[in-house]
T-cell receptor, first 114, second 114 residues
């Protein structure tokens, strides 16, 4: 089955700096890679996702890159703000037919210091 | 609130008791998922439904766990003979058929087994 590894487990940056979180996956059949943000005591929320037919996707200050050959994908947050502080989870899945469930990494706790 | 709702938010029970959680998905969503999240970990897939059919179950879902979605709308997750190791946040998520991979999570039910 799919296995997702996520690094680092904690990340501390100064406000305005960039943050990068990396994930690797094991199943070459996986074709969908979302990132979720979970603030303390709240539900995970989808912030950006990418499909395997795309190498990069950007949405304002956040971007995701995918390297299918190396089976890794990364989240990039630029110009970090204190409200970016949260736990970020990457996930991977194969979507097709009746299949479909997300396998999550263990999370990265991002702290943005003002 | 038109999001995914879960009830109760918190449940404290004694070991050996049975508990049942309810999830109401976003109304037009035909897929419903159950995940379990423990402290410092990412959500772990338990099971998912497409309409009323339970299409996939994780090995994590022991025979003490049962999930139903009788009319393809709300779902219940029952845990029989609870154990301390069952203490976790139980998250429900839903998605629609057009963008089945985009999961919208509820706020979860926090279970504490004493």
């Amino acid at each position: 089955g799919e296995n997702v590894e996520q690094h680092p487990s904690t990340l501390s940056v100064q406000e305005g700096d960039s943050a990068v979180i990396k994930c690797t996956y094991s199943d070459s059949a996986s074709n969908y890679f979302p990132w979720y943000k979970q603030e303390l005591g709240k539900r995970p929320q989808l912030i950006i996702d990418i499909r395997s037919n795309v190498g990069e996707k950007k949405d304002q200050r956040i971007a995701v890159t995918l390297n299918k050959t190396a089976k890794h994908f990364s989240l990039h947050i630029t110009e970090t703000q204190p409200e970016d502080s949260a736990v970020y989870f990457c996930a991977a899945s194969y979507y097709g037919g009746s299949q479909g469930n997300l396998i999550f990494g263990k999370g990265t706790k991002l702290s943005v210091k003002p | 609130d038109t999001g995914v709702s879960q009830d109760p938010r918190h449940k404290i029970t004694k070991r050996g008791q049975n508990v049942t959680f309810r999830c109401d998905p976003i109304s037009e969503h035909n897929r419903l998922y159950w995940y379990r999240q423990t402290l410092g970990q990412g959500p772990e897939f338990l099971t998912y439904f497409q309409n009323e059919a339970q299409l996939e179950k994780s090995r994590l879902l022991s025979d003490r766990f049962s999930a139903e979605r009788p009319k393809g709308s709300f779902s219940t997750l029952e845990i029989q003979r609870t154990e301390q190791g069952d203490s976790a946040m139980y998250l429900c998520a839903s998605s629609d058929s057009g963008t089945a991979e985009k999961l919208f999570f509820g706020s979860g039910t926090q279970l504490s087994v004493l």
